[in-house]
């Protein structure tokens, strides 16, 4: 099983990057890869529904990261996106990034697991939540929870390092989102026993 996770931060080590790495060391510790690629200091542009995308190309007229890091998203089982709180509201670049990463691929996310974590001085990290679970919840994509939001507090470089409680919701985000694509591959794994099962018992 593999996580792909998104770094919204334009700042690659910072306080982005320390939430999303206290939830890698529990993936390790279940077994499950992850792969972060950090994306907020890149040049993305939105989307300008051309619908190339869907008429004929199959991917985003754009040729950029989000075309890179589509395969990435097909082939993992889960996605974890993080981003700083800005205005209330997530990195512009990330939103962009996320609008056409979703759009333009055709290929079916349900059940694919999805986890935002938000990173924010103080205020604005509900409405940073709520932005980016609706596109795993558009997509059928169910999403993890922790004991709190998925947030976590800083300001300067570093300091969400200091913030306890939002280091530990990290956490158990990553375990609860383990759990559920442990469930969904099992249960995959049941259905596929059970089709062969019922072949044979249809050629008995």
């Not at 950029?64 to 996106?81: M, P, S, T």
């Not at 922790?146 to 507090?153: E, G, L, R, T």
């Amino acid at each position: 099983m593999k996580v792909l996770i998104i770094n919204g931060s334009p700042r690659p080590r910072g306080n982005t990057k320390i939430a999303l790495d206290e939830m890698v060391k529990i993936f390790d510790q279940e077994g499950i890869e992850s792969e972060i690629v950090h994306i907020g200091n890149k040049d993305i542009r939105g989307c300008i529904a051309c619908m190339s995308c869907k008429t004929k190309l199959g991917h985003c007229v754009f040729d950029d990261c989000v075309n890179e890091i589509a395969q990435k998203f097909e082939e993992a089982d889960g996605l974890v996106v993080g981003t700083p709180v800005y205005y209330g509201s997530a990195n512009a670049t990330l939103i962009a990034f996320l609008t056409r990463l979703f759009y333009s691929t055709p290929f079916d996310k349900t059940m694919k697991v999805g986890a935002s974590a938000v990173v924010a001085r103080r205020g604005g990290i509900s409405s940073t939540y709520d932005e980016i679970n609706k596109f795993f919840a558009i997509s059928g994509m169910p999403i993890a929870s922790s004991q709190y939001w998925n947030s976590i507090h800083g300001r300067e470089m570093g300091e969400a390092s200091q913030d306890e409680e939002g280091l530990q919701t990290m956490r158990v985000l990553a375990r609860n989102m383990s759990f559920f694509m442990m469930v969904k591959k099992n249960m995959v794994y049941q259905k596929k026993k059970n089709s062969i099962v019922q072949i044979l018992l249809d050629n008995k």
